[in-house]
């Protein structure tokens, strides 16, 4: 046992900065979200070059949405309604039984990997989500037609699996909408 720790201290001491973070996926790749609701063209520029000037390495999940319900969120007629109205149909079939397996193995996929690196003294920094999101929300989320305060369904699940695992990272939520303030909070977040 005490020859397998001092293996784990010396491991990876190469120019990796050891630092990660975890991002939803539209932050990286607009292109995967609902129709009618970028605000971005590809990635949001302005975050992930804040990461790449910190050294922090970005695990991107995967789309809990296009992953469950495809590109068209199965309505090819989503950007017509009322966003949150869109964002609670969303929702609702994210919540069906086989949809909630399919994410709770992909939450348990995320927590094993962060497990992996926690256990080699990487420094986790957290999840970055978006807010109002039915599935990536962190501070708030859609619910009922309306954005309220809560986690969306798949953060919920990689809350809990990370929880099961002993393993408490914090959260934080950005809105592409609201580009200053998002990259401003997540400065702080990394500080």
Known sequence: MFGENITILYMFNDKR??????????????????????????QFTEVIQL????????IQLPCPEFLCLGLDR??????KRYLLLENTRIRNLL???ENMEILRKKAKEVANQLEEYHQH????YG???????????????????????????????????LQKEGIYIRM???????????????KRFIE
Request: hydrophobic share 35%; charged share 25%; proline share 2%.
């Open 17 to 42: 900065s050891k630092k990660i973070i975890v991002l939803a996926h539209c932050l990286l790749n607009q292109n995967s979200i609902s129709d009618g609701t970028a605000d971005l063209s590809g």
């Open 51 to 58: 990461l790449m000037a910190n050294d922090i390495g970005m």
């Open 74 to 79: 199965q309505d090819k007629k989503g950007a």
């Open 95 to 97: 919540e069906k039984r």
């Open 121 to 124: 003294g990487f420094m986790i």
């Open 127 to 161: 999840i970055i989500g978006v807010n109002r999101s039915p599935s990536c929300g962190i501070e708030t989320t859609t619910i009922n037609g309306e954005e309220k305060p809560g986690h969306g369904v798949f953060m919920e699940l990689i809350e809990s699996a």
């Open 172 to 186: 934080i939520g950005s809105k592409t909408s609201q580009q200053k303030e998002s990259v401003e909070k997540i």
